[in-house]
C-alpha cells in the first residue's frame, strides 16, 4: 500500500518560509507526477506545483515564491515556500499519480481530480 506522508507544516507570520516534505514510503516514483495541492476551508482543492518526469510547473500565484523538488535519495517530495502570505493558508496535500501522462502544467490545474495517492495533509497557517 502507497502511503505519503506530509511534514514541515506550521504557523509563521507573512513574508516567512517554510518548507514541507513528503516521505513517499520507500516507493520511488520513476513515472507519472508528484505534486503538492492545498485546500483551504470551503474551497476546492487546487494545485500548487507538481514535478512529472523531471518537469516542473506552478501555479501561476505561487511561481515565484515556491519550489518544488523531489530527493531520490531519500524518496521525498518537497516544497519550499518564501514570501508566505495570509492567502496561502491552507491544509497542503502531497499527492503522487503514477499514471499521469499529460505533463505538470495539467497536472496542477486539474490533478486533484486524477487518480492520485493522497498523504493526510499538513496545516500551513500565514498570520
Known amino acids: 500500500q502507497v502511503q505519503l506522508v506530509e511534514s514541515g507544516g506550521g504557523s509563521v507570520q507573512a513574508g516567512g518560509s517554510l518548507t514541507l516534505s513528503c516521505a513517499a514510503g520507500g516507493h520511488t516514483y520513476s513515472s507519472g507526477c508528484l505534486g503538492w495541492f492545498r485546500q483551504a476551508p470551503g474551497l476546492e482543492r487546487e494545485g500548487v506545483a507538481a514535478?512529472?518526469?523531471?518537469?516542473?510547473a506552478y501555479a501561476d500565484s505561487m511561481k515565484d515564491r515556491f519550489t518544488i523538488s523531489k530527493n531520490k535519495d531519500k524518496d521525498t517530495l518537497n516544497l519550499q515556500m518564501s514570501s508566505l502570505k495570509a492567502e496561502d493558508t491552507a491544509m497542503y496535500y502531497c499527492a503522487a499519480s503514477p499514471l499521469y501522462n499529460l505533463g505538470s502544467r495539467l497536472y496542477v490545474l486539474r490533478g486533484h481530480k486524477a487518480h492520485n495517492f493522497w498523504g493526510q495533509g499538513t496545516q500551513v497557517t500565514v498570520s
Open positions: 514535478i512529472c518526469d523531471g518537469d516542473t
